[in-house]
């Protein structure tokens, strides 16, 4: 924070600029917020994907008839909640 703006924020009344300048502070800091966060939700997304290719790839090698009965069992579950 600058000098300024960190002297303001101690005394009774701030200028407008001052707070022009808290204002800049608040939203560097919700815009590398946001970013991080947009980065752990990338990760994950790829983390996930990776996990799906390599489920897609057990599926592609499983029988038929483990197929189906896998998924009976899965419409089961499904409509038991």
Known sequence: MSEQAHSASTGSE???EVVAQLLDVVADHSVDHALSDME???????ADAGE?????EVLR?????????AL???AARIEAV
């Open 14 to 16: 701030p200028t407008p």
């Open 40 to 46: 752990q939700m990338i990760a994950r997304l790829r």
């Open 52 to 56: 799906a290719a390599e489920a897609r």
């Open 61 to 69: 090698s499983t029988p038929a008839a483990v197929l189906r009965e």
């Open 72 to 74: 009976r069992m899965r």
